[in-house]
């Protein structure tokens, strides 16, 4: 069953995000991730719970496969780069 990360990124600092989005893509792909959505247009209708900034969907083919991106050791020191210049949220979700 596939598995979604979805983050949703207010970027503080443009420059240093765009070498973190370098850095992680590939090793996204490594883990079999696909990205769906890289901070397109939205047409956001409800917000009673959360007002979307720009949202990241990228798609893998397990729950485990999405974690195991996160939690990677190739990952790890690439992570910074996106907390250090951006407010987050991030969330893994199973597919149908």
Same mark, same amino acid.
């Given at each position: 069953?596939?598995?979604?990360?979805?983050? /949703?990124?207010?970027? !503080? /600092?443009?420059?240093?995000?765009?070498?973190? #989005?370098?850095?992680? #893509?590939?090793?996204?792909? #490594?883990?079999?991730?696909?990205?769906?959505?890289?901070?397109?247009?939205?047409?956001?209708?409800? !917000? /009673?719970?959360?007002?979307?900034?720009?949202?990241?969907?990228?798609?893998?083919?397990?729950?485990?496969?999405?974690?195991?991106?996160? /939690?990677?050791?190739?990952?790890?020191?690439? #992570?910074?780069?996106?907390?250090?210049?951006?407010?987050?949220?991030?969330?893994?979700?199973?597919?149908?």
């Amino acid at each position: 069953m596939s598995a979604y990360i979805i983050v /949703d990124t207010r970027i !503080t /600092d443009p420059q240093a995000y765009e070498a973190y #989005k370098q850095l992680a #893509k590939p090793i996204a792909e #490594k883990f079999g991730g696909i990205y769906r959505a890289r901070g397109g247009a939205m047409d956001v209708r409800e !917000t /009673d719970l959360w007002s979307p900034t720009r949202v990241v969907i990228i798609e893998f083919p397990s729950m485990q496969a999405a974690q195991a991106f996160v /939690d990677s050791k190739e990952y790890a020191p690439v #992570k910074p780069l996106r907390t250090e210049n951006a407010q987050c949220t991030l969330l893994l979700l199973e597919g149908c």
